[in-house]
Nanobody
């Protein structure tokens, strides 16, 4: 499974971005998939995910601001981020567990700064 995240960039506080995750095959349209992030000097943390039964989980820090979605026809997973804060600055990684292995994309940098 090869994952490719895109859509990061520099945005002002209060702004919005949408990240996309693409993968070969149809891996993203089934089962768990999600987004993690890692800020400098901090551990990688879960941001949002689809669970195996299709429900969603969000980190408390992003609830009400971020939305994870998937386009099964295009085999894409999105992370829509609104009301961005400086503390959202991090490298964001697409994540897909499959056959007992965690697959990660290379990550995309999100910087929230004025």
């Amino acid at each position: 499974v090869q994952l490719q995240a895109s859509g990061g960039g520099l945005v002002q506080p209060g702004g919005s971005l949408r990240l996309s995750c693409a993968a070969s095959g149809r891996f993203l349209s089934i089962g768990s998939v999600g987004w993690f992030r890692q800020a400098p000097g901090k551990q990688r943390e879960l941001v949002a995910r689809f669970t195996s039964d299709g429900s969603t989980n969000y980190a408390d820090s992003v609830k009400g601001r971020f939305t994870i979605s998937r386009d099964n026809a295009k085999n894409l997973v999105y992370l829509s981020m609104n009301s961005l804060k400086p503390e959202d600055t991090a490298v964001y990684y697409c994540w897909k567990p499959y056959s007992g292995i965690d697959y990660w994309g290379k990550g995309t940098q999100v910087t929230v700064s004025s």
